[in-house]
Antibody, heavy 123, light 103 residues
Framework: QVQLQESGPGLVKPSQTLSLTCTVS??????????WSWIRQHPGKGLEWIGY???????YYNPSLKSRVTISVDTSKNQFSLKLSSVTAADTAVYYC???????????????WGQGTLVTVSS | DIQLTQSPSFLSASVGDRVTITCRAS??????LAWYQQKPGKAPKLLIY???TLQSGVPSRFSGSGSGTEFTLTISSLQPEDFATYYC?????FGPGTKVDIK
């Protein structure tokens, strides 16, 4: 079965760029049919969708984060990555990668998810 | 943008109880809604998609219903492992969550 695993620094300084990678195993990103998403959760709070990428490279970002987010894909490594620039303490959160299934234009769900990685923004 | 609200935000229940959580959408979304369970320190787990389709491997005590603007997640007989936070989701929006705690 498909499994996802996030990796990257757990501590980032304010104003710097947060960089995370999600490695997909048990299935190929290039096979298509799915979108590959990043979702975050502030401590003790709810879930916030950040954006997704398709294997072709097409992306869609949360409008609230769009100016700071870049998601890229490396099909040769079966990985996709998140970059969030100009971070502040408000970006401290657990970051999850997830596979998004889209059955119809507006019928979507996320499964599976990575285990999540806590990123703290602090000097 | 669609807004999702959940009620209650917190629920205290006992093992064996029937539990119902409601998710309301700010506009009609047909049956395009998913439900997730999240335990502390863990990633969310998909329970139900398309409002009422049980994800493979999820116990049958979980069920979903609804369409349009009002949806429910029901746990027919609460088990110890069901104490968690539950979220609804449509497109890029998640509900605020309902925490189910032990009475």
């Amino acid at each position: 079965q498909v499994q996802l695993q996030e990796s990257g620094p757990g501590l980032v300084k304010p104003s710097q760029t947060l960089s995370l990678t999600c490695t997909v195993s048990g299935g190929s990103i290039s096979s298509g049919g799915y979108y590959w998403s990043w979702i975050r959760q502030h401590p003790g709070k709810g879930l916030e969708w950040i954006g997704y990428i398709y294997y072709s490279g097409s992306t869609y970002y949360n409008p609230s984060l769009k100016s700071r987010v870049t998601i890229s894909v490396d099909t040769s490594k079966n990985q996709f990555s998140l970059k969030l620039s100009s971070v502040t303490a408000a970006d401290t959160a657990v970051y999850y990668c997830a596979r998004e299934v889209v059955a119809l234009t507006k019928n979507n769900w996320f499964d599976p998810w990575g285990q999540g990685t806590l990123v703290t923004v602090s000097s | 943008d669609i807004q999702l609200t959940q009620s209650p935000s917190f629920l205290s229940a006992s093992v064996g109880d029937r539990v119902t959580i409601t998710c309301r959408a700010s506009q009609g979304i047909s049956s395009y809604l998913a439900w997730y369970q999240q335990k502390p320190g863990k990633a969310p787990k998909l329970l139900i998609y398309a409002a009422s389709t049980l994800q493979s491997g999820v116990p049958s005590r979980f069920s979903g219903s609804g369409s349009g603007t009002e949806f429910t997640l029901t746990i027919s007989s609460l088990q110890p492992e069901d104490f968690a936070t539950y979220y609804c989701q449509q497109l890029i929006t998640f509900g605020p969550g309902t925490k189910v705690d032990i009475k």
